[in-house]
Each structure stands twice: as structure tokens, then as C-alpha cells.
């Protein structure tokens, strides 16, 4: 049973995007709108659309190819900034049952360096407008253990509720026992939280799970709260709150 609320958002929804986006590679602005389109591909989040006219199209080298999908007719463009060359990093679609796509890019995350809001930096993919993250400190006891082993326990925890998540309980540290945790390499980011600063993985008799702990030590401005504390995978440990145990979910989630 999922106990958290899920995306209303089905896929092919459009709506305006009230804030201003900028993309770079190289050091050399790609792109800077203040009339992109968000539009939902898949439910969980939207992607950007860029107007034609909002792109350094000096940049775009056409590779000769089109796609053809239920969104329309898209033609494919390599992006080339001084020695530097992403293949395929852009669609231009130049037929859609969706207006409002004609004529508008579509840009590969991964094949550009930084992308803003304003002048904000976002990570993985754009922020949904329909999506929330409150950091909620609670005084309900949360305990985390692993085979019996307790890892974590506080009456003092920072709630993450994120939609489309399970709750997260970040610890303060001194509330975790790091005689089972050991650093990673691992590092990760979130649009809404930031990039996380450690990782850790944890054995515990003949049982390992790796990654299985992490921490933001400078989250975005509205999570400032979680700020050097400890969260785990709900997927891989057993949790209790006030004594009652939390079911695991089923679904392996990222954060």
C-alpha cells in the first residue's frame, strides 16, 4: 500500500513557464528564455521546451535524421560549442498535434553543463510546479535498523514529505551510530534538494547495503532544515515510528 500521494499530472500536459531558463556548455550561453514550455513526457516531472528563437542556433549542427512518436515530428541537432560536441542533444519539432511544441527545442539534460531558473542552478531535470518538499521537524520517535541493529533512533527528526516520495527522516548525526556506516564515493543530486555532500553504506553481520544513508550539508535555500543531517533509504532498512513498524515500499525511489 502506498502511503504517500502520487503525480495527478498525465503525460502531454503543457503549461507556460512563468521564470526565466538559461542553459550553457563550454562557458557559452545555449539557450535564455522567459517563454519555455514545461511538458509532462512521462507523469513524475516535465521537461522544457525552448522556443527556436531563444536558442543559439549557431550552435545546432543538423544531423540529417527526424523522429516520428504520438508528440510529432521532431528533427535531430548535435550541439558544437568550440571543440566540444554533444550528437543528438537537441529535437526540433517541426510537426505536433501539439501546438503549442511546434517550433520549440528540446534539450538532453546531460548534454549541457548548467541549467538555471532565474539564477538559480537546477539539477536532473526541472522542478515541477505541481510538486511540494516540506521539511517538517516532528518530536515522533523514528528508529532505523538493519537485522536487528539499531542505526539510528531520535525523537527529534526533520520530516521530508515530497510528492511522489515516501517521507524521509533525516537524523542529526550525533543520533546515528556510524560504527556500521562506511563512506562512499557516491554523490548524487536532486532539483529540489541539491547535491548531497556523503554517502554512506552500511554492514551488519553477513549483510551489506550499500549506499543506504546520505546528507546535504548545503541544500537549496527551502530545505535548509535537513542541512547536515542524516536520511536513509526507506527501501533498505526497517523503521519504526512511535513503535509501529513502516512498511517498506516496494519501488526503489533515488534522492
Known sequence: MIDYPGSLVPADHVEPVPRRIRATLGGRDVLDTTRASYVWEWQAYPQYYIPLDDVDDSLLLDEGTEEHHDRGTARLYGLKVGTLYRPGAAKVYVKSPLRALTNKVRFAWDALDSWFEEDEEVFVHPRSPYSRVDALRSTRRVQVSLEGVVLAESASTVMLFETGLPTRYYFNQTEVDFDHLTPSDTRTACPYKGRTTA?????????????????????????????????????????????EPIARPRTHFFD
Open 199 to 243: 554517502y554512506w553504506s552500511a554492514r551488519v553481520g553477513s549483510t551489506t547495503r550499500h549506499d543506504l544513508a546520505w546528507c546535504y550539508d548545503f541544500p537549496t535555500g527551502a530545505l535548509l532544515p535537513i542541512a547536515g543531517l542524516v536520511a536513509f533509504y526507506n527501501e533498505k532498512v526497517d523503521l519504526t515510528i512511535d513503535g
